[in-house]
Structure formats: structure tokens, C-alpha cells
């Protein structure tokens, strides 16, 4: 069946570091790959998407490539900020399915 | 604009009991869903609804029942709580069930069993 694997955390980082939420796939076909962030007592969030392979999904300084010859879809993120502390979620959707398929999350802290 | 909304927010039931669980939306999606999200286990999908009218089972169905009152309303039940059954409820929504299409999600329902 369909399954994600997400780097296990929590990640801790100083203000203005790097970010990478390494993120794999296994999956029959072409699925549209997704990460969701979730911040304290909220509900998931979209982050960005990508639907097709060698695609590049980005919103507020995150940025994941969708690589189909590695089934990856990881995240970065240039320079990290107190506000980026949240929990972030991979995903996938498989046509035909009607189910995301969601990693454990990846819990990042961000420290000033 | 109000999204996706969830009632109540925390709720504490003792084994045993009943209860429902409440969702709309107010963005004129198709497809809604029910899922359950447990630490260190993601989020799993117990139902949903790829249109008004129809349900099917998800990953974790076993103990819960649902219903699409309508476009806007889908509902989860508990019909005997089970100390299993705690755990931090979302209800989500898109547009249709395709896979390029985002789910929208509510802001979760925190259920303990005791």
C-alpha cells in the first residue's frame, strides 16, 4: 500500500539556519505530493504542493522538489524563522484513492 | 471567511457513552473527511464522503459511524467510547476528491475517554 517516511524529529535550529524535513514515498503511479504544516492547537495547514514529477511546489520560503527516480519530496527552507516552530506533515494522494496518505510529522523548533 | 468548522473543541466522555462529532463547511466543497491524529502516528482517515450522499470507510473505521447531513454537514459518532477512541479529531474538506486538489481542514475536536 501507499506510505510516507518522514525524518523522525523534533528538530531543533537557530534563527536563520537551514531546514531540511527529508520526505520519501512509496506509491504505485503518479501521486500529487503535498506538505502540511500544523501550528499549536490549529488544524493542518497547506504549505505547498507539486503534482507531477520534477515539479517544484514553494510558498512563504519553503520549498520542496517533487524527484520521481527517488521518490522523495523534501523540504527546505533557506533560512528558518521563531515563527517557522510547528509540526510539518508530508503527504500524498493517489488518483483514484480519495485518501491523503500522511507521514508522522516532523516537530521543528526554532530557537532566537 | 470561517473555512472548515468543528464542534465542540474538547470534550471529556467516560467509557461507554455516545456522542457526535460536527463538521461543515461553508466553501461549497464536494468531499469531506474524518481523520484521527494520534502521536507519532500521523493523521489516519477513519471516513469520508466524496459527494453529498455517499460515505466510505477509511483506514480506521471500527467504532465510529458517519454522516453527510448535506453539502455543508458531515458528522462522526461514537457510539460506546473506548479509551482507544482518545486521541485529537479533524475534519477536512476539498473541492473534490482528485488528488491535485487541497484539503481544507478544521482546527480539531480534542476527545478524552476515561
Known amino acids: 500500500g501507499d506510505s510516507v517516511t518522514q525524518m523522525e524529529g523534533p528538530v531543533t535550529l537557530s534563527e536563520e539556519a537551514f531546514l531540511t524535513i527529508n520526505c520519501t514515498y512509496t506509491?504505485?503511479?503518479?501521486?500529487?505530493l503535498f506538505w502540511y504544516v500544523q501550528y499549536p492547537g490549529e488544524g493542518l495547514q497547506l504549505l505547498l504542493k507539486?503534482?507531477?514529477?520534477?515539479d517544484k511546489g514553494s510558498n512563504k520560503g519553503f520549498e520542496a522538489t517533487y524527484r520521481k527516480e527517488t521518490t522523495s519530496f523534501h523540504l527546505e527552507k533557506g533560512s528558518v524563522q521563531v515563527s517557522d516552530s510547528a509540526v510539518y506533515f508530508c503527504a500524498l494522494f493517489r488518483a483514484g484513492s480519495y485518501q491523503l496518505t500522511f507521514g508522522k510529522g516532523t516537530k521543528l523548533s526554532v530557537i532566537p | 471567511n470561517a473555512g472548515v468548522t468543528q464542534t465542540p473543541k474538547f470534550q471529556v466522555l467516560k467509557t461507554g457513552q455516545s456522542m457526535t462529532l460536527q463538521c461543515a463547511q461553508d466553501m461549497n466543497h464536494n468531499s469531506m473527511y474524518w481523520y484521527r491524529q494520534d502521536p507519532g502516528m500521523g493523521l489516519r482517515l477513519i471516513y469520508y464522503?466524496?459527494?453529498?450522499?455517499?460515505?466510505d470507510k477509511g483506514e480506521v473505521p471500527n467504532g465510529y459511524n458517519v454522516s453527510r447531513l448535506n453539502k455543508r454537514e458531515f458528522s462522526l459518532r461514537l457510539e460506546s467510547a473506548a479509551p482507544s477512541q482518545t486521541s485529537v479529531y479533524f475534519c477536512a474538506s476539498s473541492e473534490t476528491g482528485y488528488g491535485n486538489q487541497p484539503q481544507h481542514f478544521g482546527d480539531g475536536t480534542r476527545l478524552s475517554i476515561l
Open positions: 507539486a503534482t507531477k514529477a520534477d
Open positions: 506509491a504505485t503511479g503518479y501521486p500529487s
Open positions: 464522503s466524496a459527494s453529498e450522499g455517499t460515505t
